[in-house]
Each structure stands twice: as structure tokens, then as C-alpha cells.
């Protein structure tokens, strides 16, 4: 992924944040010598700790077909996009230019996590793993804990696996017209507010705290 100096975050601070509240991505997992990479959407949890980029949790079944390969080869790629809105080229041209002079491009926010994977199959690990997952997404509770053995999740502990990822590197990007004109980027930000479709608040948002610089 390309990241030019006016992408990149402001700081750790700014990915983290984000990266917390977007928790579905696509698992990359390298394949067998001369096969593409197995791919796997997949909801997880993200935890600052332990290490200097923390580490991921998630969970699959038994029977995906990646295991034999992510256990040959446990270097693994966490990819999560959103906060994406094609933006067309009207809006972008430069002050006294034709408006058909503008360039189409699209805004976006993306971490991608290097990691290595340890797979999890002791039960009572498994169990506090996927309690821990669960809690990120139901905070309100209302779901049993799973227990190794126990009703009514214990019978089907076997059939998942879990996955500790260690997170080893990290890049991240914000694509919202950084290196852009002030009155571009005011105007851009504007339309977004015209138009208020599907993640144009998200990437307006982001806009407007990235010119002013917080993060």
C-alpha cells in the first residue's frame, strides 16, 4: 500500500482509535508455493497490549481449508478499509479551472496489521478468548460465557479454532486530499455534506480533524 507523507497518520494514537471501532476485516494467509493467498473476512477484536502494537482475536471453523497453510506459514496480513467514498472530479478542480479539469479519486482509511499467528486449541483458552471477542461486540452482555464442556456453547468449543495474532507492523493511511488547496478541500467537504450518502460523514469527518490536525 502506497502511503504518501500527507496520508499517514498523525500519530499511533490516530490509527489505534480508529482501528478500535472498526473491527471487520480480510485475513490474508499465504498460500502453498505458486497459489494465491487464502482470504477470509473476519470480525476481531483489536487490544493495545501486550507488545509495542498489541494483538488481534479472532475465531474459525475447523474445517477452513487456511489452516494447513497459516500453520506452514504463520506471517499473516490484517487488512481493514472503511470510511471510503468515491469522490467525483467536478468537485476537485483547482480554483479558476474548468470543473470537467477536476480528477475523480477516492477517499479511505486502511490498516493493515503484519502478524504472526498462534493458533489456540487448549479449551480453556479457546474459551476465555472467545468470552473476551464476545464482550467486545456485546458489551450489554446478554449471552452465555462459553465453558469447555458446559452447556450451551461447551459442545461446540471443538469445532473452532482461535487465533492470537501478535501484531508486528503496522501501516496505516488516511486518504482525505491532504496534499489539496484549502478551498478544495473546503469544497470537497461540502459537497459531502450535500450529498450525505453512505460513509460520506465518516470521511467528511475525517477531513475536516485532519486539516486541523487532531487526531
Known amino acids: 500500500m502506497l502511503i504518501h507523507p500527507w496520508d499517514a497518520p498523525q500519530d499511533e494514537h490516530e490509527w489505534r482509535t480508529w482501528l478500535t471501532a472498526h473491527d471487520f476485516g480480510q485475513l490474508a494467509v499465504n498460500g502453498a508455493s505458486g497459489e494465491p493467498p487464502w482470504v477470509q473476512p473476519v470480525h476481531f477484536r ?3 497490549e501486550p507488545g509495542p502494537h498489541g494483538q488481534v482475536i479472532a475465531h474459525l471453523a475447523r474445517p477452513n481449508p487456511l489452516w494447513r497453510d497459516l ?3 504463520p506471517a499473516v496480513l490484517l487488512s481493514v478499509v472503511d470510511d471510503y467514498v468515491f469522490v467525483p472530479g467536478h468537485w476537485t478542480a483547482p480554483e479558476g479551472a474548468p470543473s470537467e479539469h477536476g480528477t475523480p479519486t477516492s477517499y479511505y482509511a486502511a490498516v493493515q496489521l503484519r502478524c ?3 493458533v489456540v486449541d487448549d479449551p480453556e483458552e479457546k474459551a476465555t478468548l472467545l468470552n473476551r471477542q464476545v464482550a467486545h461486540f456485546q458489551p450489554e452482555g446478554g449471552t452465555a460465557q462459553v465453558r469447555p ?4 456453547f461447551g459442545r461446540m468449543l471443538p469445532g473452532l479454532r482461535v487465533l492470537r495474532l501478535q501484531v508486528d ?3 496505516a493511511k488516511f486518504k482525505y486530499a491532504g496534499n489539496k488547496a484549502p478551498e478544495i478541500q473546503a469544497r470537497v467537504a461540502a459537497r459531502l455534506a450535500e450529498r450525505d450518502g453512505p460513509s460520506d460523514r465518516a470521511a467528511r469527518a475525517h477531513q475536516l480533524r ?5 487526531a
Open 71 to 73: 500453520e506452514r506459514n
Open 116 to 118: 504472526t499467528a498462534h
Open 169 to 171: 507492523d503496522v501501516r
Open 210 to 214: 485532519r486539516r486541523t490536525g487532531t
Open 149 to 152: 464442556g458446559e452447556p450451551p
Open 46 to 48: 483489536y487490544e493495545p
